[in-house]
């Protein structure tokens, strides 16, 4: 039903809650506002929007104003104008720019505010030109957001923003009248006030009052880069502000479909690693190589040499062949990236699998959510997350959180889950051994101890089951396996599961409760779930737990692992994987075999076997090493040559001390990079590679949406896109043994990432729909996208799993490899932080970003810093029986007693990967980065 009014002489039609203001707008009709914005609540304070309606005497404000069957409205007369002018010129009088608005301003950082726009339209004047500053200009230390409230016209967009998007509520409006003020916390610091500088108050600052620091100043950009975010998988996406070439800023677009105006401190704001001093420029090698020398035992007093292109992929391919001719292509391995795009990881396992003739190709999902790939693929057959952000953030009636700091991890995401708490009461449980940020937020907050997942989680089944929560329906029409299963959760009673976890019965009770008393609910994880060497079992239970109450399928509910980087979904989907071609096509399936070996028919090494020992990929029928067998392999010298692409495994693998050893025995590792990084230390050659804004491409985000990633600055000096080097290097190669590279699929000539893409929809099932153009026209696709005009799929298993009958296992509680001693007391766990991404490689470099978070901080509980003398702030090491670190102690309640959590973001002592085990799970050969066991002790400092 709907209403008919008419604006400005005209019919419109409108839905009978809209607002005047939005029924204008949906006909075209500008009417200007200050105070209101489309996604924040309405204040109608600020009267620039009135409008004149038949049947009112007074003006009214059209944002606030609901439609009416047959109103009449009118939107400009002379007295409206003299309205507006008079609004805008009360709000002139108090705004104490530098300059007069609308005149060239050199402190000005955009063309024009939005402010500006309506003094300028509505020909506004101030009673003075310039007024005196009320109050200190750039107020606030924060490294990221500029503070001048002289600028401040009270619109509150920025408190609302805070509150409404951020779900942060930093900002207040403090004092009355004329004294009015918008105060940061009790009127401290933004970062005391706990700011997140997510910045999303002065994306919605209509004046400039709030205003980006690192933009502040420098004139207005050349052009805005549609672009996706190169940090974490939540797939944001933004405008690139581009000035000279440079990348001057980040603006939100509100058209990006996963996160509208929303974007967290490192997508905003951690842009300025891309100009940083220390970029690779240009191919460089090592002196011995040019100088025709044996490598030395260690490569420390080796020199590098900067080359060009042709000398380093020439030197590279000759001894990649030279390994290829004596031992064949098992004796080569490719690390690829979840950093790169899509086309990139498929060019890489395709170099891997059509070039070298090896199935050695993995990547840091190994180390982050191979555990979640194997356990869904084994329990529904797709190894995915089955909903979208959008409808669990929107849909979801309750919430389990278990292993994943979702507000630190996947900022945005993060912050949609507080406004469904805040904005429409979502049930959320968090089960974590912190007390992470979002916590705040649960109904409940289950504390288990790190390594018993399985325990908790059978344990709140067992409830369910005991109390005829489960949907018994679900179960008998669309699973297998539910009888055997349901007789193995006998055993994890409340008091087993309490002894086991340390969470209480009456903290189950409520768990199990909350969980299965409000659909849909939705699971979330991520590697607090994953990095154990049970992480399949965690996983399968998870899957048990979603069948048993029916919450698959349907919107709100399903299993929604949270991928880490950037493009981790994608560099799986792409199949740089030891296991499977793209497309999760296994190897082992002689079908698919034969299907790649048939499309790169010019690349398999078999077809000139005269000429080559190597193997076939026709006869290559068992999956190749996964991250951390490859490191020790090469350590071991049964690899003879590492390809390692964006990866820094001296930084990430577990048991690092061990992990560098590895890569200094290594014959010849091959980095392509874009700074000099702790695993360049051991590296032969090193190839300077593209950061995500000076290359185009796709990347798909933890929800298998795909997106476009468009390049907008060129890459420094002589660097490459990492997708060009790659083709040239499997061109010189192919060169060198004499083997014609042509075909539809099997050519290297790539003059564009879209024609990669298109490769991979030929040969890959699920994104047969997918190209660059679909993408350019503002299709949004989650796969599978089964041909060019399927729409996607938002959510998996809606009829049926993958496949076919989800299945129950029966997975029984273990102990994690390492457990707390005598020795060594007390239990590690470890993350990241809000401020730094992986091995902060980027954000390590992102000047604001390590001024807010300079070091490595251990967090330490009370009790355990009471026993070592510990005091907050105090140096400390911290050993296990791999090695130590050294740290600062952040002492507080964030952990339990009996846990110490760590970092792995800075290299060298302070990095907790010297202390990590490196136990696997047995399926998914993820490490054991949760648990292991360590000690503390005070580090005496002079003064
Ligand atoms: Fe980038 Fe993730 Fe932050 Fe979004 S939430 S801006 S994708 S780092």
């Known amino acids: 039903m709907t209403v008919q009014l008419t604006i400005d002489g005209r019919l419109h039609s409108a839905e009978p809650r809209q ?17 209101h914005h489309p996604d924040l609540s309405v204040v109608g304070t600020c009267r620039l929007c009135v409008v004149e309606i038949d049947g009112y005497t007074r003006q009214m404000t059209a944002c606030s104003t609901p439609v009416a069957d047959g109103m009449v409205v009118r939107t400009e007369s002379p007295q409206l104008s003299h309205s507006r002018r008079f609004v805008l010129e009360m709000l002139l009088a108090r705004f104490a720019a530098a300059e007069k608005p609308g005149y060239a301003s050199g402190e000005r950082d955009k063309a024009e505010s939005e402010f500006e726009r309506w003094v300028r339209r509505y020909d506004a004047h101030r009673p003075y030109d310039v007024i005196a500053p009320r109050c200190q200009v750039d107020s606030d230390a924060n490294p990221f957001i500029r503070v001048d409230w002289n600028k401040c016209i009270h619109c509150t967009r920025c408190v609302r923003a805070c509150e409404e998007i951020q779900g942060r509520m930093v900002w207040h409006l403090a004092q009355r009248g004329a004294n009015l003020e918008v105060v940061a916390g009790m009127g401290e610091s933004m970062l005391d006030a706990r700011c997140e500088s997510c910045g999303a108050c002065a994306a919605y600052c209509p004046t400039g009052a709030l205003a980006d620091r690192m933009s502040y100043g420098g004139g207005p950009p050349d052009r805005l880069v549609t672009t996706t975010c190169g940090y974490c998988g939540v797939g944001c996406q933004f405008d690139l502000n581009v000035k000279d070439e440079r990348v001057i800023g980040v603006t939100s677009n509100p058209a990006a479909a996963v996160n509208g105006m929303s974007l ?3 997508g905003r704001y951690g842009y300025d690693f891309l100009d940083h001093r220390e970029r690779l420029t240009q191919p460089q090698v090592r002196a011995y190589l040019l100088e025709g020398r044996a490598k030395p035992a260690t490569l420390d007093a080796e020199s590098w040499v900067a080359v060009d292109w042709p000398t380093a992929l020439d030197l590279v391919a000759r001894r990649f062949v030279a390994v290829r001719q004596e031992f064949g292509g098992d004796a080569l391995a490719v690390l690829s990236s979840a950093k790169c795009t899509n086309e990139e990881n498929y060019l890489l396992q395709k170099f891997a699998r059509g070039v070298l003739g090896t199935h050695n190709v993995d990547h840091c999902a190994r180390l982050c959510h191979s555990s979640t790939v194997a356990g869904l693929a084994m329990c529904y057959g797709s190894g995915a997350m089955s909903n979208s952000m959008d409808d669990v953030a929107e849909q979801s009636a309750a919430m389990l959180i278990i292993g994943s700091n979702t507000t630190e991890q996947h900022p945005v995401f993060g912050a949609m889950i507080r406004q469904a708490v805040l904005r429409r009461g979502l049930k959320l449980v968090v089960a974590d051994p912190r007390r992470i940020d979002i916590t705040e937020f649960a109904a ?11 325990a908790l989680l059978n344990g709140l089944m067992h409830l369910i089951l005991q109390n005829g929560w489960h949907n018994e329906r679900f179960i008998r029409q669309r699973c297998e396996g539910f009888d055997e299963f349901a007789a193995s959760l006998a055993r994890y009673t409340p008091a087993y599961v309490a002894a086991l976890t340390g969470v209480s019965e009456t903290q189950l009770n409520q768990a199990a409760e909350l969980l299965a008393t409000n659909c849909p609910m939705a699971v979330l994880w991520s590697m607090g779930i994953t990095q154990h060497t049970t992480g399949v079992m965690n996983v399968l239970a998870l899957g048990n737990l979603q069948m048993l109450l029916g919450n698959i399928g349907i919107a709100g509910g399903g299993v929604n692992p949270l991928r880490g980087q950037n493009n981790v979904q994608g560099a799986c989907d792409m199949g740089a994987l030891p296991n499977v071609f793209p497309g999760y096509q296994a190897v082992t399936d002689p079908a698919a075999l034969a299907k790649f070996s048939v499309a790169w028919k010019t690349q398999c090494a078999g077809d000139d076997s005269a000429r080559s020992p190597a193997r076939t990929v026709e006869s290559v029928s068992t999956p190749g090493l996964t991250v951390t067998e490859i490191i020790r392999a090469a350590g071991a010298r049964k690899l003879r040559g590492l390809y390692i692409v964006g990866e820094d495994p001296a930084m990430t693998e577990p048991d690092s001390n061990h992990a560098r050893a590895m890569l200094a025995a290594a014959e010849l590792v091959v980095l392509q990079e874009i700074f000099p990084s702790e695993t360049s230390v051991y590296a032969d050659v090193l190839l300077s590679g593209a950061a995500f804004a000076e290359k185009d491409g796709t990347f798909t985000n933890t929800e298998r949406r795909v997106q476009l990633v468009r390049q907008a600055i060129d890459p420094p000096g002589d660097a490459w896109a990492d997708w060009r080097i790659t083709s040239a290097l499997a061109q010189r190669i192919l060169e060198l043994e004499g083997r014609r590279a042509v075909g539809p699929h099997a050519g290297w000539n790539y003059e564009h990432p879209a024609e990669i893409m298109a490769e991979v929809a030929a040969l890959t099932p699920s994104y047969a729909g997918v190209s660059h153009e679909r993408l350019a026209r503002g299709e949004r696709l989650q796969w599978p996208v089964h041909d060019a005009n399927h729409p ?8 049926k799993f993958t496949r076919g009958r989800g ?15 005598a020795e060594f007391p007390l239990l590690l766990t470890t993350g990241r932080v809000l401020y730094h991404w992986h091995g902060g490689e980027l954000t390590r470099r992102a000047a604001g970003l390590a001024a807010i978070y300079p070091q490595t901080l251990v967090e330490v509980n009370y009790e355990d810093a009471a026993r070592a003398g510990l005091a907050d702030g105090d140096v400390v090491r911290v050993s296990s029986r791999r090695g130590e670190m050294i740290a600062q102690a952040a002492v507080s309640d964030r952990v339990a007693a009996g846990v110490v959590f760590g970092n792995f973001h800075f290299p060298g002592n302070a990095n907790v990967n010297n202390l990590t085990i490196a136990a696997v799970d047995p399926v998914a050969k ?5 648990v292991c066991a360590v000690r503390l002790e005070r580090v005496e400092t002079a003064e």
């Open 926 to 930: 993820i490490p054991e980065y949760k």
């Open 792 to 799: 996607g799929t938002p959510i998996l298993h809606v009829d």
């Open 807 to 821: 299945k129950f296992h029966v997975v029984e509680h273990l102990n994690a490899a390492e457990l707390p001693d």
């Open 444 to 454: 409940l907050h289950v504390r288990q101890r790190p390594g018993t997942d399985v």
């Open 19 to 35: 607002s005047v203001l939005d029924a204008a707008r949906s006909g075209g009709i500008e009417i200007p506002t200050l105070c």
């Open 264 to 266: 967290c401190v490192k």
